[in-house]
């Protein structure tokens, strides 16, 4: 395929739309004079894909019904000689039929929920399309704070004490889990299992601020998970590169905020700049700590991403006791904000070097897999068919 059409896909339905929206923004203007094809596939809140020029600039994003309306329905479809198509779904004219792009690759720009938890990698799956980022498995474990935290146990990766439950157990028993969350001792970090960004993340220092912060995460998630705050805390991040076989450690950074526990304004909405996105956040780059710590924290978040089988880049969040510089394992981010690449600028990556990695790796990784075998050579069907309904009785056993 001679051109490289690259398809930026984002938003979703997720909490963390508007957040995904700008990191895809970043992306688009990265590539600006690239060699790539840009085109746009923006999934509304309420899950319908569009695309069309408009939705390339970021200023057309205040409207976003406005928006909607002037965009262009579109799905993946295969070809008749079995490639992946991006195509319009409705006609522009009497005579103009609905566009019908090739595939290249699609770099996937989404945060949170629908997007990153592994449900549209595994629509580019079905449909044998490289995209950026990593795969079903990384993807989904990844999003889920709890069974993430299960696979750091099971190989050795430090983490915080902790207890998770589900919105019907906390109907049925709110005291049993008060007293087990009591045994951790306070303070206590409540989250939602399958958010990021801080979103109905908070601090408890008693059992009504604990009831309270469980019943705002509720709102957002159905599955929480309640652990032992680290203190005094420091949060040190590292990003990491590559393949779940060949990957490299940016250098780490100390994000900084208005209180001990970062919160989405500090994230995305410090300075005033939240048109940057995850850059806008404060932060210390390189992260003011000892070289051994620095060390310490870039080895165990590349065994971290290698124990995930991550691919593309992602995010490893860690909590240090500012104290006994002990480290935990805190959250993996399989497409960070900004794809971090303000941690790989300090480490002599550009932005737009940086997604034709993204992109490189995406390559690879559907090479190897398209160069294994896919399908079985059977005659079982026919033989069946021979039999009839009857023949399948025997089928299972």
Same mark, same amino acid.
């Given at each position: 395929m =001679?051109?490289?059409?690259l398809i930026?896909?984002?938003?979703?339905a997720?909490?963390?739309?508007?957040v995904s929206?700008?990191?895809?923004?970043? +992306?688009?203007?990265?590539l600006?004079?690239?060699?790539y094809?840009? /085109?746009?596939?923006?999934i509304?809140?309420?899950?319908? &894909?569009?695309?069309?020029?408009?939705l390339?600039?970021?200023?057309?994003?205040?409207d976003?019904?406005?928006?909607?309306?002037?965009?262009t329905?579109?799905?993946?479809?295969?070809?008749?000689m *079995?490639?992946t198509? %991006?195509?319009?779904?409705?006609?522009?004219?009497?005579f103009?039929k609905?566009?019908?792009?090739p595939?290249?690759?699609?770099?996937?720009?989404?945060?949170? =929920?629908?997007?990153?938890?592994? =449900?549209?990698q595994? #629509?580019?799956?079905?449909f044998?399309?490289p995209?950026?980022?990593s795969?079903? %498995?990384a993807?989904? +474990?990844?999003?889920?704070? +709890?069974? $993430?935290k299960?696979?750091?146990? $099971?190989?050795?990766?430090p983490?915080t004490d902790?207890?998770d439950?589900?919105e019907?157990n &906390?109907?049925?028993?709110?005291?049993?889990?008060l007293?087990?969350a009591?045994m951790?001792?306070?303070?206590?970090?409540v989250k939602? @299992?399958?958010?990021g960004?801080?979103? *109905?993340v908070a601090? $408890?220092?008693?059992?009504?601020?604990l009831?309270d912060?469980?019943?705002t995460?509720?709102?957002?998630?159905?599955h929480?998970?309640?652990?032992?705050a680290?203190?005094?805390?420091?949060e040190?991040?590292c990003s990491?590169l590559g393949?779940?076989?060949?990957?490299?450690?940016?250098? @780490?950074e100390?994000?900084?905020?208005a209180s001990?526990?970062l919160?989405?304004q500090?994230?995305y909405?410090?300075?005033?700049?939240a048109?940057k *996105?995850m850059?806008?956040?404060?932060?210390?780059?390189?992260?003011?700590?000892s070289?051994e710590l620095?060390?310490?924290?870039?080895?165990?978040?590349v065994?971290?991403?290698?124990?995930?089988?991550a =691919?593309?880049?992602?995010?490893?969040?860690?909590?240090?006791?500012?104290d /006994?510089?002990?480290v935990?394992?805190?959250?993996?981010? #399989?497409?960070?904000?900004?794809?971090?690449?303000?941690? &790989?600028?300090?480490s002599?990556? #550009?932005f737009?070097?940086?997604i034709?990695?993204?992109?490189?790796? $995406?390559?690879?990784?559907?090479q190897?897999k398209?160069?294994?075998v896919?399908?079985?050579?059977?005659?079982l069907?026919?033989?069946k068919a021979?039999?009839g309904?009857?023949?399948?009785k025997?089928?299972?056993?």
């Amino acid at each position: 395929m =001679s051109q490289k059409n690259l398809i930026i896909a984002f938003g979703g339905a997720s909490p963390e739309h508007e957040v995904s929206v700008l990191t895809a923004m970043q +992306v688009i203007a990265a590539l600006d004079e690239s060699d790539y094809t840009l /085109t746009p596939l923006y999934i509304t809140k309420s899950g319908n &894909w569009l695309t069309g020029q408009k939705l390339l600039d970021l200023s057309n994003y205040k409207d976003l019904n406005e928006l909607e309306a002037s965009s262009t329905r579109c799905a993946f479809v295969k070809d008749e000689m *079995g490639r992946t198509l %991006l195509k319009e779904q409705e006609k522009q004219g009497l005579f103009t039929k609905p566009a019908a792009i090739p595939v290249y690759a699609v770099v996937t720009a989404f945060h949170g =929920s629908d997007g990153e938890n592994g =449900s549209f990698q595994g #629509t580019c799956e079905m449909f044998n399309i490289p995209y950026t980022g990593s795969g079903v %498995l990384a993807s989904s +474990v990844g999003m889920n704070k +709890v069974k $993430a935290k299960q696979l750091c146990v $099971a190989n050795k990766i430090p983490v915080t004490d902790s207890l998770d439950f589900f919105e019907k157990n &906390w109907e049925d028993d709110q005291a049993t889990i008060l007293k087990e969350a009591e045994m951790i001792g306070y303070p206590l970090i409540v989250k939602p @299992c399958n958010l990021g960004s801080s979103i *109905g993340v908070a601090k $408890a220092n008693s059992k009504d601020e604990l009831i309270d912060a469980i019943e705002t995460a509720f709102r957002y998630d159905a599955h929480l998970l309640v652990e032992e705050a680290i203190q005094p805390l420091m949060e040190i991040n590292c990003s990491v590169l590559g393949s779940s076989t060949d990957c490299r450690a940016s250098v @780490c950074e100390r994000p900084m905020g208005a209180s001990e526990m970062l919160s989405f304004q500090d994230k995305y909405q410090s300075g005033g700049n939240a048109e940057k *996105g995850m850059a806008s956040a404060d932060r210390i780059i390189p992260a003011d700590i000892s070289s051994e710590l620095t060390e310490e924290i870039r080895e165990l978040a590349v065994q971290t991403f290698k124990t995930f089988d991550a =691919s593309g880049v992602a995010r490893l969040d860690f909590l240090v006791n500012a104290d /006994t510089k002990k480290v935990y394992f805190n959250e993996i981010n #399989t497409i960070p904000g900004s794809f971090s690449f303000y941690l &790989w600028e300090k480490s002599e990556l #550009t932005f737009k070097a940086l997604i034709e990695e993204l992109v490189a790796v $995406a390559i690879q990784n559907h090479q190897a897999k398209n160069g294994r075998v896919r399908s079985y050579q059977t005659n079982l069907l026919n033989e069946k068919a021979a039999k009839g309904i009857k023949g399948l009785k025997g089928l299972k056993k």
